[in-house]
């Protein structure tokens, strides 16, 4: 019993640590002059689902759920984050070259497609970052426009 209750005690003792090494949060109020909005035209409708789906991993400003603040899920999430905006920021689309910027297009629109965005992860636990029929539709005709317009410019 009482290595059982010492075991307990350090696991105890680690965790309360780990609360102390919090990840840096990623936020900006600052609006970027690479936005994808400042490359195209993106409708309300499209920019409003895009926020609620994607924004959090592939942007520089994400919403935080409370548990985020517990450890070690605050670690997971940022690995999450940094690793989403890595493959794609939505806040510096415009610094990407232009054939980066068409091959993300591509991307988005064949994620959608397959459904592997958003993740099934993240769904689970945001269930408005589900995107329905409708959604998915709207952001693909968005994305379609894009193609047309970037393959009449080359």
């Known amino acids: 019993m ?3 209750f010492k075991i307990l005690l350090i696991l105890l003792a680690v965790f309360a640590l780990m609360q102390f090494f919090q990840p840096d949060r990623n936020f900006s109020e600052a609006a970027s002059t690479n936005d ?3 490359v195209y035209p993106v409708p309300n409708a499209v920019q409003a689902i895009l926020k609620k789906a994607c924004y959090d991993c592939h942007s520089n400003s994400t919403r ?3 548990y985020t603040y517990i450890q070690p899920f605050g670690w997971m999430m ?3 984050i940094n690793e989403g905006k890595s493959e794609l920021n939505f806040n510096e689309f415009g610094s990407y070259s232009a ?3 068409r ?3 591509k991307a988005i629109a064949g994620s959608i497609e397959d459904g592997s965005m958003p993740l099934a992860s993240y769904k689970l636990i945001h269930r408005d970052a ?3 029929n409708t ?3 709207l952001i693909l005709n968005w994305l379609r426009g894009i193609e047309e317009e970037s393959s009449q410019k080359h």
């Open 78 to 80: 940022n690995s999450h």
């Open 99 to 101: 054939r980066r910027q």
């Open 2 to 4: 009482r290595l059982r």
């Open 103 to 105: 091959s993300k297009v």
């Open 130 to 132: 589900k995107l329905n």
């Open 36 to 38: 994808i909005t400042k």
């Open 64 to 66: 935080y759920p409370w």
């Open 135 to 137: 959604e998915k539709n």
